[in-house]
């Protein structure tokens, strides 16, 4: 008998960098799927986030962060990546009452984030009050709400990694867009962000924040895991609009579904391979399959192709989903 060859793999990293193999991404990210990182890691300190950087470069390995982990569709077959959370080296807050503005780690979670800036006083996050990414994440899409109010019009500046160096960008330095902005892609990792905020009363504040939340409640599944908004809204239209007129509510391939709440959402109930329940139950395979079908509902009855707004994460050719979407122009909707 011939002994197989067993698959290359990576020379261990130095134990002092608090490097692991293998963590599944499903307890990362908000929607609960997706397989293993090759390695992962959440630094102590600025100094060992650079260390772990170097280490990735040497191994020829892309370095990633995860944040709320909001914003991405993971493979079932892992990511061979390293994979980093700021959550100890970027998660500080501090405000300057004088200028009434924050300076926020980039994993710093926006509801809390913005339920600090209440307890002082201070308006302008109330937006940000239903949206489970982190500061970094959320620089990345420019996230917002369907009335306009989003991140980058209240960022001033930006803190970079960038090549092993910190570097503060202005606002003027980076270029803000519906749903995405020049740091996405750019390689540059967000460490913080400092973000000017208005004067208002906190009772006010958490008035607006509690009818924000009611709102979400009522149009989308909030109890189900999910990844927000799948699809971006096409120029002049809804996504959800679209996906609900193709017939595509309820729409469920395996575990995954489309939302009977919310067409652009992607549901599952919560069991999932890999994941902390052990029924083997929902899967990435299976939430690909149900955009695939969704993209083609929509575009044989409306001539669109949705694209994307949810990030893949894999290796290997795009799935289906992601290759069918040639991007066209996007404006602002409701998510
Ligand atoms: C229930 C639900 C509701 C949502 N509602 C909204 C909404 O109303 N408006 C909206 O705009 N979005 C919404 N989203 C989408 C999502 O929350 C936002 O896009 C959010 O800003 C993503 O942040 P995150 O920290 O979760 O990013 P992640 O998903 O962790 O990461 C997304 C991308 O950003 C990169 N990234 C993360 N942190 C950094 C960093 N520090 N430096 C460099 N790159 C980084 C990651 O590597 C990845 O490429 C919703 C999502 C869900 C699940």
Redesign the pocket.
């Known amino acids: 008998m011939t002994a197989l060859t067993p698959p290359p793999s990576h020379p261990d990293p130095p134990p002092h960098l608090g490097l692991t193999r293998d963590e599944p991404m499903a307890h990362h990210?908000?929607?609960r799927l997706g397989g293993p990182a090759a390695f992962f890691g959440a630094p102590p300190d600025f100094e060992a986030l650079v260390r772990m950087a170097a280490w990735a470069r040497e191994a020829a390995l892309p370095l990633?962060?995860?944040?709320?982990?909001?914003?991405?569709l993971v493979a079932d077959e892992g990511v061979r990546a390293v994979v980093v959370s700021?959550r100890h080296a970027?998660g500080e807050v501090t405000f300057d009452d004088q200028r009434h503005e924050v300076t926020a780690g980039?994993?710093v979670m926006?509801p809390a984030l913005a339920r600090a800036a209440a307890e002082r006083g201070l308006g302008g996050l109330e937006f940000a009050i239903?949206?489970?990414?982190?500061?970094?994440?959320?620089?990345?899409?420019?996230?917002?709400?369907g009335d306009g109010r989003?991140i980058g019009n209240i960022v001033r500046s930006v803190e970079v990694l960038r090549d092993g160096q910190r570097l503060t960008l202005s606002r003027d330095e980076v270029a803000w867009d519906y749903?995405t902005t020049s740091?996405?892609g750019s390689g540059?990792?967000?460490?913080s962000a400092r973000l000017g905020l208005t004067p208002r009363p906190r009772a006010e504040v958490e008035a607006e924040m509690r009818r924000l939340l009611e709102a979400r409640q009522r149009t989308?599944p909030?109890s189900e895991p999910?990844?927000?908004?799948v699809f971006r809204n096409p120029e002049g239209d809804h996504a959800a609009r679209l996906i609900q007129a193709a017939g595509c509510k309820g729409l469920r391939v395996g575990g995954a579904q489309v939302s009977t709440l919310h067409a652009n959402f992607i549901v599952h109930d919560g069991k999932a391979r890999g994941g902390p329940t052990a029924d083997a139950a929902a899967t990435t395979k299976d939430v690909l399959a149900v955009m695939a079908e969704v993209q083609r509902r929509v575009r044989a009855a409306f001539g669109v192709t949705l694209v994307p707004e949810v990030?893949w994460w894999g290796d290997g050719p795009l799935p289906e989903p992601y290759r069918a979407a040639s991007p066209h122009p996007q404006r602002p909707g409701s998510?």
Request: charged fraction near 10%; charge should be neutral.
């Open positions: 990210t908000y929607i990633r962060v995860v944040g709320g982990g909001s914003n991405m700021l970027c980039a994993a926006l239903g949206i489970p990414g982190a500061v970094g994440g959320a620089l990345q899409t420019n996230a917002g709400i989003c749903r740091l996405r540059d990792l967000v460490l989308q909030t999910n990844a927000g908004s990030e998510d």
